[in-house]
T-cell receptor
Framework: GENVEQHPSTLSVQEGDSAVIKCTYSDSASNYFPWYKQELGKGPQLIIDIRSNVGEKKDQRIAVTLNKTAKHFSLHITETQPEDSAVYFCAAIRDNNDMRFGAGTRLTVKP | DGGITQSPKYLFRKEGQNVTLSCEQNLNHDAMYWYRQDPGQGLRLIYYSQIVNDFQKGDIAEGYSVSREKKESFPLTVTSAQKNPTAFYLC???????????FGQGTRLTVV
């Protein structure tokens, strides 16, 4: 199955700074790349996703970039706020297959 | 309201007992998933089902069993064969694997 690696495992930034989380994947047939945010004691929620026919997607302060040749994609959060503090997971998925996630990044935004 | 519901939220089990975690969705989703999350760790896939009456093992299926007799329901049984069952269990569903997955609120299982 797909192998997704996620870095860093922890990330601490000052409020207002940018945060970047990177993921690499192994299966070149993967074509869907979602990012989920998990707050303490809750289930993850989708924050942004990108498909393989697109190189970049932006939604307000959040953006995702995809490099299919290198098989890596990244989450960018600008103007971070304390409420952005959470665990973020990436996934790389191919058609009719299971969902495998990266190991997660714990983001802390310091006021 | 449409959604995915896990119950119970907290569950205590004596060592050696089987226990079943419930997962129900009314989103008309075909695909359903079970994940295990240990403290400070990522999501590890236990089982998944793409359609009724069919399911596949994930990375850590040993000691677990599932059934998918109805589209809405995907219960997970943690058997006594699971060596270290204390964890946070998350169920998810999606139309298919290439669309947004919706997660339940999780069940925290503690073996005492």
């Amino acid at each position: 199955g797909e192998n997704v690696e996620q870095h860093p495992s922890t990330l601490s930034v000052q409020e207002g700074d940018s945060a970047v989380i990177k993921c690499t994947y192994s299966d070149s047939a993967s074509n869907y790349f979602p990012w989920y945010k998990q707050e303490l004691g809750k289930g993850p929620q989708l924050i942004i996703d990108i498909r393989s026919n697109v190189g970049e997607k932006k939604d307000q302060r959040i953006a995702v970039t995809l490099n299919k040749t290198a098989k890596h994609f990244s989450l960018h959060i600008t103007e971070t706020q304390p409420e952005d503090s959470a665990v973020y997971f990436c996934a790389a998925i191919r058609d009719n297959n299971d969902m495998r996630f990266g190991a997660g990044t714990r983001l802390t935004v310091k006021p | 309201d449409g959604g995915i519901t896990q119950s119970p939220k907290y569950l205590f089990r004596k060592e050696g007992q089987n226990v079943t975690l419930s997962c129900e969705q009314n989103l008309n989703h075909d695909a359903m998933y079970w994940y295990r999350q240990d403290p400070g760790q990522g999501l590890r896939l236990i089982y998944y089902s793409q359609i009724v009456n069919d399911f596949q093992k994930g990375d850590i299926a040993e000691g677990y069993s599932v059934s998918r007799e109805k589209k809405e329901s995907f219960p997970l049984t943690v058997t006594s064969a699971q060596k270290n069952p204390t964890a946070f269990y998350l169920c998810a569903s999606s139309i298919d694997s290439n669309t947004e997955a919706f997660f339940g609120q999780g069940t925290r299982l503690t073996v005492v």
